[in-house]
C-alpha cells in the first residue's frame, strides 16, 4: 500500500482528543483508529504490536542481523486538534498541481489562496492532498503514522537490507499534553527516538519552549451600584489591571523564533470572581523563570493595593526544553541531518515554538528530537500536504537507520 492510500484511510476516521477530559485516553475514538494501526502492524509481520488499556500502541521490527546496533524509535501521535472539526473529513488529491489558488469547496466558495499561504507556489508540479474547507485534514499527525509505516513497509519488502532493532509507538493525545504521561519509556527500550510530528520534510527540532500555565484567579465583591462606593471591588477591572502589568509585546502576535511570550488564551468572569488562563512560553530557562516569578509579583502588588487574597496566582509547568539535554547527544541530530541529506531533502534546524511529545520523553529518559512530516497549516481548514512529501519523510526514515546499523558500537 502507498503512503498516501495509508493516510487518506486514517483521516476517515475521528480522533479529536479533549482538553477537558478527566480520562486517558481523553476520548475512546483515538483508540478506534489505534485497533486500526495494531491490525495494519500484524500485517506487516509486526508479531507483538498490541494496544494497551490506554490507548497507546507498541510493536517491534525484529533484527535482520547480528551486528550489534543501537535499538532505535520512532513515534507518531494519533489524536488530532479539537481546534477545527475532525468529523466528516473530505480530503482531495490536486494532481500536477499548478501552483495556483485552491478552490477547496464551490458550494460555499472556499478558496486557499496563494497570497495568505505563499508556499503553496513552491509545490507545483506535486500533488496536493486538501480538505473541502469544513474541516481539518489530520496530517498532524496521521501524516507520521503513514510515513512510518511505510518504513515499516520496506524493510518488510527488503529482507535484504540489514536493519538493527527498531521500536514503533503510537501515543494518544498529544495535542493536549498528555502523550508521554502513560508511555513505557522502559518497555519500549530504545537507546534513542524521534518524533514524526509536524512541519516540512527536512525539519529537524531539537529545541522547544519551556512552558507552563499560570490560572490566575480574582475575587471581588459585587455590591449594588448604588452604594457601591468604597465597597465595591470589581474583580473583571482587577483582572484587566492585572493584564495590563504584563508586557505589552511579549504576546505571541508579536513573538517570533526564539522569543517568549504570555498568551492570555482564556478569561471569564464578572464583578464578584474572574479567572484567566495563560499559558507562559520561553526558550531561554533563565527568562521562563522570570517570566513565572513576575506573574507572582503582580499578584503581590495588586493584593497589597486591593486586600489580601484579592488575587490568586497558580503556576504549573507544563514541559522543559529538551535542547538542553539533547545538546548533549548531538550526534543523534546529525544521523537525521545525514538521512535528509542522502533523500536529497534540505536540511532546516527549526526551534518549536511549542512542545511535542519527544521533549517530555526526553526528560523521561528517551531522548527524542521531532521531524517534520511534510504538511502545512496544521489544526486548520486549510491544512494539506503532498504525496511526495510523504514518501520523502519514509525515505528519511529508512536512511536513518541505515546509517545506524552501519555504525559501529
Known amino acids: 500500500m502507498k503512503n498516501y492510500q495509508r493516510f487518506l484511510n486514517y483521516v476517515k476516521v475521528p480522533t479529536a482528543s479533549d482538553p477537558n477530559s478527566t480520562s486517558h485516553p481523553s476520548t475512546l475514538i483515538q483508540m478506534d483508529l489505534s485497533q486500526v494501526l495494531v491490525e495494519e502492524l500484524h500485517e506487516l509481520g509486526i508479531v507483538d504490536a498490541y494496544m494497551d488499556k490506554r490507548g497507546y500502541v507498541y510493536g517491534t521490527v525484529r533484527a535482520n542481523t547480528e551486528k550489534p546496533t543501537d535499538v532505535i524509535g520512532f513515534i507518531a501521535h494519533v489524536d488530532t486538534s479539537c481546534d477545527a472539526s475532525g468529523e466528516n473529513i473530505q480530503p482531495r488529491i490536486v494532481s500536477n498541481y499548478d501552483g495556483e489558488d485552491v478552490l477547496l469547496n464551490e458550494k460555499q466558495n472556499i478558496v ?14 506535486q500533488s496536493l492532498i486538501v480538505t473541502d474547507g469544513t474541516t481539518l485534514l489530520g496530517a498532524d499527525d496521521k501524516a507520521g503514522i503513514a510515513e512510518i509505516m511505510g518504513m515499516i513497509q520496506y524493510f518488510s519488502e527488503h529482507p535484504e537490507v540489514s536493519h538493527g532493532e527498531i521500536k514503533i509507538a503510537f501515543t494518544p ?28 520534510e527536512g525539519v529537524i527540532n531539537f529545541e522547544n519552549f519551556n512552558a507552563a500555565s499560570c490560572e490566575v484567579t480574582v475575587n471581588g465583591i459585587n455590591i449594588h451600584p448604588g452604594d457601591a462606593k468604597n465597597h465595591m471591588k470589581n474583580s473583571l477591572l482587577i483582572a484587566m ?37 495563560y499559558i507562559i512560553r520561553n526558550h531561554d530557562k533563565t527568562l521562563f523563570l522570570e517570566q513565572k516569578a513576575e506573574m507572582i509579583r503582580i499578584q503581590d502588588f495588586l493584593n497589597e493595593k486591593y486586600g489580601r487574597d484579592t488575587v490568586d496566582v497558580k503556576l504549573t509547568d507544563s514541559y522543559y526544553n529538551m535542547r538542553d539535554i539533547v545538546k548533549d547527544h548531538m550526534e543523534i541530530v546529525d544521523i537525521a541531518a545525514k538521512a535528509t541529506e542522502m533523500a536529497k531533502v534540505p536540511v532546516v534546524f527549526s526551534p518549536i515554538r511549542g512542545g511535542t511529545d519527544g521533549a517530555q520523553l526526553t526528560y523521561k529518559g528517551l531522548i527524542c528530537p521531532n521531524l ?38
Do not use: W
Open 112 to 125: 486557499m489562496k496563494t497570497s495568505e499561504f505563499p508556499f503553496l507556489k513552491k509545490l507545483k508540479g
Open 372 to 409: 517534520g512530516t511534510g504538511g502545512y497549516n496544521f489544526h486548520g481548514r486549510f491544512e494539506c500536504i503532498t504525496i511526495e512529501a510523504l514518501d520523502k519523510v519514509t525515505e528519511i526514515l529508512v536512511n536513518i537507520v541505515k546509517i545506524v546499523t552501519q555504525q559501529k558500537k
Open 173 to 200: 493525545d498529544e495535542e493536549i499534553g498528555s502523550g508521554p504521561m502513560f508511555f513505557d519509556v522502559k518497555g519500549f527500550n530504545a537507546k534513542f527516538a524521534y518524533t514524526i510530528d509536524g512541519g516540512k
Open 241 to 277: 489591571e492585572f493584564n495590563q502589568m504584563l508586557p505589552e509585546a511579549m504576546i505571541p502576535a508579536h513573538t517570533e523564533l526564539y522569543e517568549g511570550f504570555n498568551h492570555l488564551n482564556n478569561m471569564i468572569g464578572d464583578v464578584e470572581k474572574t479567572k484567566m488562563h
